[in-house]
């Protein structure tokens, strides 16, 4: 389970990602930027495996079993260079090495 501000999202042990609550800037990630509640568990599309999870204020972002980097929600906290909010999830890496921790 990753609770954030307003949303949580969470795996299942196949992988699968699900996040619920409110969906402000597109944090839930399942391909709308409806701000709306979802009371219940919206699948992230994309399709990937995911190893972990993290949810922010109003972004997430998960770590698939490949090692990709993958975020989605509020525009500006997404390591995309772009202010625009993102309802579905786009890859992390620009072209550096990088590590994934989690407290």
């Known amino acids: 389970m990753a609770p954030g501000g307003n949303h949580t999202c969470g795996l299942t042990t196949s992988g699968s990602a699900y996040c619920w609550g409110f969906n402000g800037w597109g944090a839930i990630g399942n391909g709308t930027l409806t701000p709306t509640n ?16 993290t949810a922010g204020y109003d972004h997430s972002c998960g770590v698939t079993i490949a090692g990709g980097a ?6 500006g906290q ?8 993102q309802g579905q999830f786009f890859s992390v890496d620009r072209g550096v090495s990088t590590a994934v921790r989690s407290p």
């Open 38 to 53: 979802f009371p219940t568990p919206q699948a992230v599309v994309g399709g990937h495996t995911f190893k972990s999870l």
């Open 70 to 75: 993958y975020c989605w929600g509020k525009g």
């Open 78 to 85: 997404l390591a995309d260079g772009a202010t625009n909010d």
